[in-house]
């Protein structure tokens, strides 16, 4: 796939700009509360040179109930400023399994009007397999002014994706696994319903990736949509089970040319969670 400094670029591209003064790269790894694994403790041990740690769930709406949601656009600007990233800037994101947590915050970056970001394809994995360079130090940070304008049309709430499924104006594709989709495996998270939003479309998010956690190409993507039911000529909501992989979804959607996708923010995390409504098995 081409590089893309709006969706996705590859490990040579990232390398050839490593240096560029313009360059932010941030490291999105993130982890379930239950994986034992840590992940900012995995970015002080090694990052790519010159990352910053971006903390999906502390730049979040802490006063959500819900896990991670987007942050409040004063938060963004606070951290973002704080972390040195401001306007001006290319920003790529890349996470430690490849491609898995990275999209949700080329998605946030989005969502606050930023177009000038990508995720590294195959991130962390593709980069130390390629016995590229790592770093233990903190990057030097310069606070840089950055100025938000919230896309409202990227994100949507539950009111809104239920009135989709009723009328199915929007097409909701389900970024889970197929098991969890169908009800037929519990759902990480304590309390949540099986099944999924009625009408969806199951499309496992390791559906659009290579077996070394790459994007496929634009006719395999086209192809895990098109095999899940969904056009990708008309609008789509993203769903998973708390916003994250979600984003991958999105982030597809957007190579393949389509520009009317959101995400639900809340996901299956909120829509399992409320008995009144409706829910699907199989």
């Known amino acids: 796939m081409a590089d893309d400094p709006r969706t996705l670029v590859s490990t040579e591209w990232l390398a050839a700009h490593l240096n560029d003064p313009d360059l932010r790269l941030l490291d999105a790894s993130w982890h379930f509360a239950d994986s034992g694994r840590n992940a900012r403790e995995e970015y002080e041990v090694e990052h790519i040179p010159g990352a910053r740690f971006f903390d999906i769930d502390e730049i979040s709406d802490q006063r959500s109930a819900l896990p991670h949601m987007a942050p409040p656009p004063e938060k963004f600007i606070s951290r973002m400023r704080a972390m040195g990233v401001g306007d001006g800037h290319q920003v790529v994101v890349y996470d430690s399994k490849g491609i898995w947590s990275a999209p949700r915050v080329w998605w946030t970056f989005r969502l606050m009007g930023k177009t000038d970001v990508a995720v590294l394809d195959g991130g962390l994995p593709k980069w130390k397999a390629e016995g590229r360079p790592l770093d233990d130090m903190p990057p030097v940070v310069r606070d840089r002014h950055i100025t938000v304008q919230r896309q409202a049309h990227l994100v949507k709430d539950v009111s809104q994706v239920a009135s989709a499924s009723k009328l199915g104006d929007w097409q909701i594709a389900d970024a889970r696994s197929a098991e969890r989709f169908r009800g037929e495996a519990a759902e990480p998270r304590p309390g949540l319903r099986a099944g999924h939003i009625p009408g969806a479309k199951s499309v496992p998010f390791l559906t659009l990736l290579n077996s070394d956690n790459t994007m496929k190409?634009?006719?395999?993507?086209?192809?895990?949509?098109?095999?899940?039911?969904v056009d990708i000529a008309r609008p789509v909501i993203t769903s998973c089970g708390s916003g994250v992989t979600a984003a991958v979804l999105s982030l597809a959607l957007e190579i393949l040319g389509n520009?009317?996708?959101?995400?639900?923010?809340?996901?299956?995390s909120e829509w399992g969670m409320y008995p009144d409504l409706k829910v699907e098995k199989g």
């Open 217 to 229: 190409d634009e006719a395999g993507l086209r192809a895990a949509f098109e095999a899940a039911g």
């Open 259 to 268: 520009r009317q996708h959101a995400l639900y923010d809340g996901s299956w």
